[in-house]
C-alpha cells in the first residue's frame, strides 16, 4: 500500500496539517477498514487474506497515531526530520520542571489519602490545561509554521500526559 | 476484497452457494448454538425444543459420557465426575481459581492450565469444554442437514489470551472450524444494534453464569466500534450462589457438609437467588445425607444486602470503562443488559442508579449473544447477500500486552483498549559475542510488575545469526489479531534472517497435546483422520479455486496476459488434483502454489480497493 500512501495524512485523505476533522478522520478509517479488516477476507484464500491482514495492521496503526494529539503531533514532526530523539532528549525548563513538580505533589497526596474528589478535580484541571496547550500547538503548527516552537510544546504535552495517565491510573486504583 | 467479490466486500458473489454457519455461545452455565435462517438469525433448539443447554458434562464409570440437560441429575449423586461451570478454569492454573475449596472436583496441580482427575482419567478444561461444543455441532449438523463450514465462538471480552486460546483450542478439538472468536458483548450489541437500527454509545452490561463484561461502543452506520471494554473474567452468578451458600451455612451453623450435600445446597441457592428476581422471599428448604434439614426463609431484601459487595464489584469496571473511553456516564445513550444475571432487580437497580437512566431490557438475555454471534458467521463465511445487512466490528484488546525487563518490570507493548488487529515491532541486540539465542516473557494485565501480571509466554528466538555483542538488531513484532489472540514474528534486520521462534505458553496446550488429544477423539468417535483431512483440503481447494475465478472475472484487467496464463495454469494444476484420485499432500501443495500464484494479483487488488474506498469518502463528504 505504501505505493499510494507516502503518509498517514493521505492515506486518509486529509490535509497534512496537526487541525484536523475529528469526524473525517473516524469516517475514513472505517471506509478503509470496511476495506481490509480481516472480517471482509474470512472466506477468501491465504494469499488475500494475509495482505488484507497487513493493510488492516497499517490503516490501524495510522488511525491511532492520527487519532491523539501527541502522536499525531510527533509524527508530523517525524515527517520533517525531527525525530523522536531529538524530543526525548531535550532538557526543559526549570519553571516548567517546578510546576511538574506541584502538580505531581498534589496528585501523590489525593492518592494517599484515597480521596477521589480531589484526584477527580485534578484531572479535571488537568484536562483544561492539555486543551490549552494543545490549542497553542495547533497555533504553531498550522498559523506560524514554527516547528522548533511546536517541538518543544509537544514535550511539554507529553510531561502532561504521563501526569494525566498517572491520574487515571491513581483513580482506577481507587476504583475497587 | 474488493479483491474477490464482484460486488461489495464481504458479500458472496455467488449467493446460491450458502455454506452452513453458526454462533456458539459457549456459557459458564448454559451454552447455545444459533444459525441464520433466511436472513434470520434463530437458535438452534434440541429435539425438546430447548434452546438452552446446561454446561455440564458427566464422566460416567462406564467409560460413556452425557452432557447437558442429561448430565444435570449426576450434579448430586456423582459431583467428582459431574462438572459445571469448567469455563472457569480455562487458561487457569490451579492458584487462580476462587471457592476453590468448595469444589468437589480432584485437581491435579500440573504446572499451567489446571487439570481435574475424573473416573475417565486426567481431563484438561479444554477437553471438557470441547465435550460440550461437540453435542452442539451435532445438534447443528443434524437440523442444518450438512456439515458445518465454520462456526463463530463467543468468549467474554474480558478473556486474556490464554483463555482464547483455551477456548479455541477447545473449538478445534470439537471438529470446528473456527471462523473467529466474538466477544460476547460485541456479540449482543450486533443482535440488539441491527435488530433496533440503533445509532450512538452504548454500553453493554453482560452479567452470566460466570463472567462480567461491560464494553462501550460506538455505533454509525452499520459500523460497531468498540471504544472501551473492561470486566472481571471471574465474577458472575455463580458468585451469588456462593455467597447465599455460606449465609446459610453461616444461619445455621452446620458441620462442613459432604460433597454431595455441597452441590445440594449450591444448587438450592442458585434456585432461591432465581426465585427471588420474581418474589419477595423464598423458602429455602433443604433435606441434607447428614440427615439434617433446613428450613429458612430468605427475603430479597436480606440477599440484595448479603450480595451488595459484589453488585459494586461490577461498578468499577464500568467507570475504568468510561474513564479509558474520555466518556461520562450521561454520555451513554442505552445500557444493554445481557446475561442471565441481570434479571435480579437489585442488579437492575444498581445499572440504572449509576447511568441515570432505566436499562434496555426488551431483549433475550440468555439468546442475544448466540443470535448476534450467528449472525457474524453468516457474514463471515460469505453467505450474505445484496441488499442484506452490513456491518462492521472494529474490536479491542481488553488488556495490555507487555514485555518483561530487567527488575521484573513489565513495559507496555501494547496498550489496553487498541482497536484490532494491531502489531507492534521493537528492537533488540545481542550482549554477547556470537550469541545465537534471546528469551522474552510476554505478560498481560496493567500492572507495573510482572509478577502481578499474567504471564502468557515465553519465547525463544533461535537462529540468529552469530555477530559481535551489539551488532546484531533483532526486530520482534507483536501481533495481535482480530480475535485477540497474540502471535511474535523476529527477524535480524541487517541479514534479514528470520529467526525461529519456540513458543512455550505458561497456561495453554503444546501444539503436540492438542494433536494428540485430536487423535485419540477421532480414534473414539470413530472417525478416520486421514479422510477427513483429505476431505478439508479438498473443500479448502474447492473454496481457493471459486474464489480466483470470481476474482479474475472482477478484477482480471488489471492482469497482463502473461500473468493471466500463470494463474490459469496454477488453477488447472489443482482442478486436477481436486478431480484425481485424492492425496492429502498433493492437494496441500497445490494449494499452497496457487496461493503464491495470486499473491501479486492480491496486492494489486487491494491497492485498487482502497483507491477506491478513499475516492468514495472524497464523494460522500461533498
Ligand atoms: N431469574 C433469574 N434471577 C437471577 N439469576 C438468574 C435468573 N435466571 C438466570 N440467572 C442466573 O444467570 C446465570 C446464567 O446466566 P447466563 O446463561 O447468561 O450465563 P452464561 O452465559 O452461561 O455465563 P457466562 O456468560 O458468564 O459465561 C446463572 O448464574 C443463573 O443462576
Ligand atoms: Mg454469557
Given at each position: 500500500m505504501s505505493e499510494i500512501s507516502p503518509d498517514y495524512f493521505a492515506l486518509f485523505g486529509?490535509?497534512?496539517?496537526?487541525?484536523?476533522?475529528e469526524a473525517d478522520l473516524d469516517r475514513a478509517w472505517h471506509a478503509l477498514q470496511a476495506e481490509v479488516h480481516p472480517d471482509r477476507h474470512a472466506h477468501l484464500p491465504d494469499s488475500e487474506r494475509h495482505r488484507a491482514m497487513r493493510g488492516a495492521l497499517r490503516v490501524n496503526e495510522a488511525y491511532a497515531t492520527l487519532k491523539r494529539p501527541i502522536s499525531r503531533a510527533r509524527y508530523l514532526l517525524d515527517l520533517v526530520g525531527i525525530g523522536t530523539d531529538k524530543i526525548d532528549n531535550t532538557a526543559m525548563a526549570s519553571g516548567f520542571l517546578i510546576e511538574q513538580m506541584e502538580w505531581r505533589e498534589a496528585v501523590e497526596e489525593a492518592r494517599a489519602f484515597g480521596d477521589v474528589d480531589a484526584l477527580e478535580q485534578l484531572a479535571l484541571r488537568l484536562r483544561m490545561h492539555i486543551d490549552e496547550v494543545t490549542t497553542l500547538l495547533a497555533e504553531q503548527f498550522d498559523?506560524?509554521?514554527?516547528r522548533e516552537a511546536a517541538a518543544d510544546t509537544v514535550r511539554r504535552l507529553m510531561f502532561l500526559d504521563k501526569l494525566r495517565r498517572d491520574i487515571d491510573d491513581g483513580l482506577a486504583a481507587l476504583d475497587d | 476484497m474488493a479483491l474477490l467479490q464482484?460486488?461489495?466486500?464481504?458479500?458472496?458473489?455467488?449467493?446460491?452457494q450458502h455454506r452452513l454457519a453458526v454462533g456458539i455461545?459457549?456459557?459458564?452455565t448454559n451454552s447455545l448454538v444459533a444459525t441464520v435462517k433466511n436472513g434470520i438469525a434463530v437458535c438452534l433448539p434440541d429435539?425438546?425444543?430447548?434452546?438452552l443447554m446446561p454446561s455440564v458434562v458427566h464422566y460416567r464409570d462406564d467409560g460413556g459420557r452425557d452432557v447437558g440437560r442429561a448430565a444435570l441429575?449426576?450434579?448430586?449423586?456423582?459431583p467428582r465426575n459431574t462438572i459445571v461451570s469448567v469455563k472457569r478454569f480455562m487458561?487457569?492454573?490451579?492458584?487462580?481459581?476462587?471457592?476453590?475449596?468448595?469444589?468437589?472436583y480432584i485437581f491435579e496441580e500440573t504446572p499451567g492450565m489446571l487439570r481435574l482427575r475424573t473416573v475417565q482419567g486426567s481431563k484438561s478444561p479444554v477437553e471438557i469444554s470441547a465435550e460440550i461444543l461437540r453435542v452442539l455441532r451435532r445438534r447443528a449438523e443434524a437440523s442444518l442437514g450438512g456439515e458445518l463450514a465454520g462456526a463463530v465462538i463467543t468468549v467474554p471480552a474480558y478473556f486474556d489470551d490464554a483463555q482464547r486460546q483455551a477456548t479455541k483450542d477447545a473449538a478445534r478439538l470439537a471438529g470446528l472450524h473456527v471462523l473467529r472468536l466474538l466477544n460476547e458483548p460485541t456479540a449482543a450489541a450486533v443482535a440488539y444494534g441491527l435488530d433496533n437500527a440503533v445509532e450512538g454509545v452504548y454500553a453493554v452490561y453482560d452479567l452470566g453464569g460466570g463472567t462480567f463484561d461491560l464494553s462501550i461502543l460506538k455505533l454509525t452506520r452499520g459500523v460497531f466500534e468498540v471504544l472501551a471494554t473492561n470486566g472481571d473474567?471471574?465474577?458472575?452468578g455463580d458468585d451469588f450462589d456462593h455467597r447465599l451458600y455460606c449465609w446459610v451455612l453461616d444461619q445455621t451453623r452446620?458441620?462442613?457438609?459432604s460433597v454431595e450435600d455441597t452441590r445440594r445446597l449450591q444448587m438450592k441457592a442458585r434456585e432461591i437467588k432465581e426465585l427471588l428476581s420474581v418474589s419477595e422471599e423464598a423458602p429455602f428448604r433443604l433435606r441434607l445425607d447428614s440427615g439434617l434439614s433446613l428450613d429458612l426463609t430468605v427475603s430479597r431484601a436480606a440477599f440484595a444486602e448479603m450480595t451488595r459487595p459484589l453488585v459494586q464489584k461490577t461498578l468499577a469496571p464500568i467507570r475504568r470503562a468510561l474513564r479509558d473511553a474520555g466518556?461520562?456516564?450521561?454520555?451513554?445513550k442505552g445500557v444493554v443488559m445481557v446475561g442471565?444475571?441481570?434479571?435480579?432487580p437489585h442488579i437492575q437497580r444498581a445499572v440504572a442508579a449509576f447511568f441515570g437512566q432505566e436499562p434496555l431490557t426488551n431483549l433475550d438475555p440468555d439468546k442475544v449473544v448466540a443470535l448476534g454471534a450467528a449472525m457474524q458467521a453468516n457474514a463471515l463465511v460469505g453467505n450474505r447477500k445484496p441488499g442484506d445487512d452490513d456491518w462492521l466490528l472494529l474490536d479491542v484488546i481488553p488488556l495490555s500486552l507487555g514485555l518483561e525487563t530487567m527488575g521484573g518490570l513489565s513495559e507496555k507493548l501494547i496498550p489496553r483498549n487498541?482497536?484490532?488487529p494491531v502489531a507492534r515491532a521493537q528492537e533488540f541486540t545481542t550482549?554477547?559475542?556470537?550469541?545465537t539465542a534471546m528469551a522474552f516473557h510476554v505478560v498481560q494485565g496493567e500492572r507495573e510488575l510482572v509478577a502481578d501480571c499474567r504471564s502468557l509466554a515465553r519465547f525463544e528466538l533461535r537462529g540468529?545469526?552469530?555477530?559481535?555483542?551489539?551488532a546484531a538488531r533483532i526486530r520482534v513484532t507483536f501481533q495481535v489479531d482480530a480475535d485477540g489472540l497474540l502471535s511474535v514474528s523476529a527477524r535480524?534486520?541487517?541479514?534479514g534472517v528470520e529467526a525461529s521462534i519456540l513458543v512455550n505458553p505458561s497456561y495453554g496446550l503444546a501444539d503436540g497435546e492438542i494433536a494428540d488429544m485430536l487423535r485419540a477423539g477421532f480414534e473414539r468417535a470413530g472417525d478416520d483422520l486421514a479422510a477427513r483431512a483429505l476431505r478439508e483440503q479438498q473443500v479448502e481447494a474447492g473454496r481457493l479455486l471459486e474464489a480466483v475465478a470470481q476474482a479474475l472475472a472482477a478484477?482480471?484487467?488489471?492482469?497482463?496476459a502473461g500473468e493471466r496464463a500463470a494463474i490459469a495454469a496454477a488453477m488447472a494444476r489443482l482442478q486436477g488434483l481436486v478431480d484425481g484420485p485424492g492425496d492429502t499432500r498433493s492437494l496441500a501443495d497445490g494449494i499452497t502454489a496457487l496461493n503464491r500464484a495470486t499473491e501479486e494479483f492480491a496486492a494489486r487488488r487491494m491497492d485498487h480497493s482502497i483507491r477506491t474506498a478513499l475516492a468514495g469518502h472524497k464523494i460522500a463528504e461533498l
Amino acid at each position: 500500500m505504501s505505493e499510494i500512501s507516502p503518509d498517514y495524512f493521505a492515506l486518509f485523505g486529509l490535509p497534512r496539517r496537526f487541525g484536523i476533522d475529528e469526524a473525517d478522520l473516524d469516517r475514513a478509517w472505517h471506509a478503509l477498514q470496511a476495506e481490509v479488516h480481516p472480517d471482509r477476507h474470512a472466506h477468501l484464500p491465504d494469499s488475500e487474506r494475509h495482505r488484507a491482514m497487513r493493510g488492516a495492521l497499517r490503516v490501524n496503526e495510522a488511525y491511532a497515531t492520527l487519532k491523539r494529539p501527541i502522536s499525531r503531533a510527533r509524527y508530523l514532526l517525524d515527517l520533517v526530520g525531527i525525530g523522536t530523539d531529538k524530543i526525548d532528549n531535550t532538557a526543559m525548563a526549570s519553571g516548567f520542571l517546578i510546576e511538574q513538580m506541584e502538580w505531581r505533589e498534589a496528585v501523590e497526596e489525593a492518592r494517599a489519602f484515597g480521596d477521589v474528589d480531589a484526584l477527580e478535580q485534578l484531572a479535571l484541571r488537568l484536562r483544561m490545561h492539555i486543551d490549552e496547550v494543545t490549542t497553542l500547538l495547533a497555533e504553531q503548527f498550522d498559523n506560524r509554521s514554527d516547528r522548533e516552537a511546536a517541538a518543544d510544546t509537544v514535550r511539554r504535552l507529553m510531561f502532561l500526559d504521563k501526569l494525566r495517565r498517572d491520574i487515571d491510573d491513581g483513580l482506577a486504583a481507587l476504583d475497587d | 476484497m474488493a479483491l474477490l467479490q464482484i460486488a461489495e466486500p464481504g458479500m458472496s458473489a455467488a449467493p446460491h452457494q450458502h455454506r452452513l454457519a453458526v454462533g456458539i455461545d459457549l456459557g459458564t452455565t448454559n451454552s447455545l448454538v444459533a444459525t441464520v435462517k433466511n436472513g434470520i438469525a434463530v437458535c438452534l433448539p434440541d429435539e425438546e425444543g430447548r434452546a438452552l443447554m446446561p454446561s455440564v458434562v458427566h464422566y460416567r464409570d462406564d467409560g460413556g459420557r452425557d452432557v447437558g440437560r442429561a448430565a444435570l441429575g449426576a450434579r448430586v449423586a456423582d459431583p467428582r465426575n459431574t462438572i459445571v461451570s469448567v469455563k472457569r478454569f480455562m487458561g487457569r492454573g490451579f492458584a487462580d481459581v476462587a471457592h476453590i475449596e468448595t469444589m468437589p472436583y480432584i485437581f491435579e496441580e500440573t504446572p499451567g492450565m489446571l487439570r481435574l482427575r475424573t473416573v475417565q482419567g486426567s481431563k484438561s478444561p479444554v477437553e471438557i469444554s470441547a465435550e460440550i461444543l461437540r453435542v452442539l455441532r451435532r445438534r447443528a449438523e443434524a437440523s442444518l442437514g450438512g456439515e458445518l463450514a465454520g462456526a463463530v465462538i463467543t468468549v467474554p471480552a474480558y478473556f486474556d489470551d490464554a483463555q482464547r486460546q483455551a477456548t479455541k483450542d477447545a473449538a478445534r478439538l470439537a471438529g470446528l472450524h473456527v471462523l473467529r472468536l466474538l466477544n460476547e458483548p460485541t456479540a449482543a450489541a450486533v443482535a440488539y444494534g441491527l435488530d433496533n437500527a440503533v445509532e450512538g454509545v452504548y454500553a453493554v452490561y453482560d452479567l452470566g453464569g460466570g463472567t462480567f463484561d461491560l464494553s462501550i461502543l460506538k455505533l454509525t452506520r452499520g459500523v460497531f466500534e468498540v471504544l472501551a471494554t473492561n470486566g472481571d473474567a471471574s465474577l458472575g452468578g455463580d458468585d451469588f450462589d456462593h455467597r447465599l451458600y455460606c449465609w446459610v451455612l453461616d444461619q445455621t451453623r452446620i458441620d462442613p457438609p459432604s460433597v454431595e450435600d455441597t452441590r445440594r445446597l449450591q444448587m438450592k441457592a442458585r434456585e432461591i437467588k432465581e426465585l427471588l428476581s420474581v418474589s419477595e422471599e423464598a423458602p429455602f428448604r433443604l433435606r441434607l445425607d447428614s440427615g439434617l434439614s433446613l428450613d429458612l426463609t430468605v427475603s430479597r431484601a436480606a440477599f440484595a444486602e448479603m450480595t451488595r459487595p459484589l453488585v459494586q464489584k461490577t461498578l468499577a469496571p464500568i467507570r475504568r470503562a468510561l474513564r479509558d473511553a474520555g466518556l461520562a456516564a450521561r454520555d451513554i445513550k442505552g445500557v444493554v443488559m445481557v446475561g442471565g444475571a441481570t434479571r435480579m432487580p437489585h442488579i437492575q437497580r444498581a445499572v440504572a442508579a449509576f447511568f441515570g437512566q432505566e436499562p434496555l431490557t426488551n431483549l433475550d438475555p440468555d439468546k442475544v449473544v448466540a443470535l448476534g454471534a450467528a449472525m457474524q458467521a453468516n457474514a463471515l463465511v460469505g453467505n450474505r447477500k445484496p441488499g442484506d445487512d452490513d456491518w462492521l466490528l472494529l474490536d479491542v484488546i481488553p488488556l495490555s500486552l507487555g514485555l518483561e525487563t530487567m527488575g521484573g518490570l513489565s513495559e507496555k507493548l501494547i496498550p489496553r483498549n487498541a482497536t484490532l488487529p494491531v502489531a507492534r515491532a521493537q528492537e533488540f541486540t545481542t550482549y554477547k559475542d556470537g550469541q545465537t539465542a534471546m528469551a522474552f516473557h510476554v505478560v498481560q494485565g496493567e500492572r507495573e510488575l510482572v509478577a502481578d501480571c499474567r504471564s502468557l509466554a515465553r519465547f525463544e528466538l533461535r537462529g540468529i545469526p552469530p555477530m559481535a555483542a551489539g551488532a546484531a538488531r533483532i526486530r520482534v513484532t507483536f501481533q495481535v489479531d482480530a480475535d485477540g489472540l497474540l502471535s511474535v514474528s523476529a527477524r535480524e534486520a541487517s541479514t534479514g534472517v528470520e529467526a525461529s521462534i519456540l513458543v512455550n505458553p505458561s497456561y495453554g496446550l503444546a501444539d503436540g497435546e492438542i494433536a494428540d488429544m485430536l487423535r485419540a477423539g477421532f480414534e473414539r468417535a470413530g472417525d478416520d483422520l486421514a479422510a477427513r483431512a483429505l476431505r478439508e483440503q479438498q473443500v479448502e481447494a474447492g473454496r481457493l479455486l471459486e474464489a480466483v475465478a470470481q476474482a479474475l472475472a472482477a478484477d482480471g484487467d488489471l492482469l497482463d496476459a502473461g500473468e493471466r496464463a500463470a494463474i490459469a495454469a496454477a488453477m488447472a494444476r489443482l482442478q486436477g488434483l481436486v478431480d484425481g484420485p485424492g492425496d492429502t499432500r498433493s492437494l496441500a501443495d497445490g494449494i499452497t502454489a496457487l496461493n503464491r500464484a495470486t499473491e501479486e494479483f492480491a496486492a494489486r487488488r487491494m491497492d485498487h480497493s482502497i483507491r477506491t474506498a478513499l475516492a468514495g469518502h472524497k464523494i460522500a463528504e461533498l
